[in-house]
């Protein structure tokens, strides 16, 4: 009897052993898991940086918007809230085209350090750290660290994503970093805490005016999934009436038409939002119109495609990702539905996100059904900024020996600060931290002008160069330098 009570014991000593081992291993494991996604989010902000830093130092940086962006700070900092100078040459405040008050936060950043490039590395930085809340709600929901790796990579790797990280024409928008916001709002209200969820639901509500409805309906997707009808329904009424304040007041009375600069994109189905509810119920087939294109069709593919249809199984969180795609899929203007731009922020973090909850759901081998999903992110990720930065040849442009570059380097350094100033659009942005910049043919109370008679950002390119030849020959203007195609010119008298 004691020799089989010994056996017992060394058997249940060595399952233990095993079972510790296993413990460890696991953990063991599960640390590297970590280290990998936490640092593959690391490269991935330093690589989106660097591609920012030769975008800039390439002078392709675009008034439209970063620049706007830039002036939009700078004048927050100079007491002027939100102020800038809009397309026409008017100074007017951002609230009149979109209500991103997040920017005026930016304003201790740029105390510290006054660049465009700040916002670019705000923007990498934050993007890149989307992938944490969605490793931890892939963690959580599909038990796996290897698949919460796998949906980490995807959210990386994403096209949409990338573009947000960084978008070359535009180069920053505050709506952006709606991105991880969100999905930081949805891993704490996941976990239920309601504080924190409210803190980050609060700041992406902040980066643009239909934000706060997309927020809104995660109060549906909480009080069907969790029961709390109380707090859900409180979150979806706040949220549908901030956007609808935004919408109906903010931007009316901002806006020095009275209506918002965007709503010729909508003329075709009803112009103002309460035009386009009449006309949902008057003439529903102008909306179907408006969206049943082969282009439009292909934009939704790109972005729903690469997650598998997993979204499928959790609709109700892909509905905060509805106003935006109505917005895009509304709009006359086809650059809204082209992935390569800042107006999916408010779809991605819904698609991805109800990606993995539909994967929890499917009851599958979570470690396939995510790779799965990281195959079909990754498949489309040559469509991405880096790709397209270096295939515009924007490193070649961004090295100090190329002439063009010091043509661009000299005449910005012949503009004195803080001068109203005229430029082409790509000059724009290097000259935007001042209280009033026009975007070239545009001079109003311009004194300076820097132009460049090759900048192909302008939709009409024959048109912008045959007012660079008026202007060149222009009274009241004279030529300070030119060099490379590069003018600067300033203002001597009467034009």
């Known amino acids: 009897m004691e020799v089989a009570g ?46 920012a830093l030769v975008h800039v130092a390439a002078f392709r940086a675009g008034r439209a918007d970063l620049g706007s962006m830039v002036q939009a700070v700078w004048s927050t900092a100079h007491g002027n809230f939100l102020e800038a100078t809009n397309a026409a040459g008017r100074q007017t405040t951002r609230l009149g085209g979109h209500v991103d008050p997040f920017l005026a936060l930016l304003v201790p950043l740029w105390w510290a ?141 901002f806006s020095p038409s009275g209506i918002s600069p965007f709503a010729g994109r909508y003329t075709e189905v009803g112009t103002t939002p309460s035009g386009i509810v009449h006309k949902a119920f008057t003439d529903p087939a102008a909306l179907l119109h408006a969206v049943a294109t082969g282009h439009k069709l292909l934009y939704v593919v790109l972005l729903l495609a690469p997650f598998i249809g997993l979204w499928l199984f959790e609709p109700l969180l892909l509905l905060g990702a509805l106003p935006d795609l109505a917005i895009n899929l509304l709009s006359s203007k086809s650059d809204q539905t082209v992935i390569a731009y800042h107006w999916t922020a408010g779809i991605v973090p819904f698609i991805v996100a109800a990606s993995i909850f539909g994967a929890a759901r499917l009851k599958r081998n979570a470690d396939r059904v995510s790779l799965y999903a990281l195959i079909g992110a990754a498949s489309l990720a040559v469509v991405s900024p880096v790709y397209l930065g270096l295939a515009r040849g924007d490193v070649g442009a961004a090295l100090p020996s190329n002439p063009l570059r010091a043509a661009k380097a000299h005449a910005l350094d012949l503009i004195p600060a803080g001068v109203p100033v005229s430029a082409s659009n790509e000059l724009g942005t290097y000259v935007s931290a001042r209280r009033y910049v026009y975007i070239f043919p545009v001079t109003r109370r311009a004194e300076w002008a820097i132009v460049d008679r090759n900048d192909g950002s302008y939709s009409d390119a024959s048109g912008y160069r045959r007012a660079v030849r008026r202007f060149m020959s222009a009274p009241g203007w004279s030529i300070v330098y030119s060099a490379r195609g590069i003018e600067v010119l300033r203002k001597t008298g009467p034009t």
């Open 6 to 51: 010994e056996s017992r014991a060394a058997l249940h000593s060595e399952l233990r052993a095993l079972a510790e081992r296993s413990a460890e291993r696991s953990t063991r494991s599960a640390m590297w898991t970590r280290r990998v996604v936490y640092g593959g989010a690391a490269v991935y902000a330093l690589l989106f940086i660097a591609v």
């Open 113 to 253: 350090w006054s660049s465009p490039l700040m916002l670019l590395v705000v923007q990498a930085v934050a993007v890149s750290t989307g992938a944490l809340p969605v490793y931890w709600l892939a963690r959580k929901h599909l038990r796996s660290e290897r698949a919460a790796a796998h949906f980490a990579f995807a959210y990386l790797l994403f096209p949409a994503t990338q573009f947000n990280a960084l978008t070359i024409t535009s180069g920053f928008h505050a709506v952006s970093l709606a991105v991880p916001l969100i999905l930081f709002a949805i891993w704490f209200l996941d976990e239920d805490r309601l504080l924190l969820f409210a803190v980050f639901a609060l700041l992406a509500a902040s980066t643009k005016e239909e934000i706060p409805l997309a927020i809104g309906c995660l109060g549906i997707w909480y009080a069907v999934r969790k029961g709390k009808h109380l707090v859900g329904l409180t979150a979806f009424a706040l949220g549908a009436g901030i956007t609808l304040v935004n919408f109906l007041v903010i931007i009316p009375h």
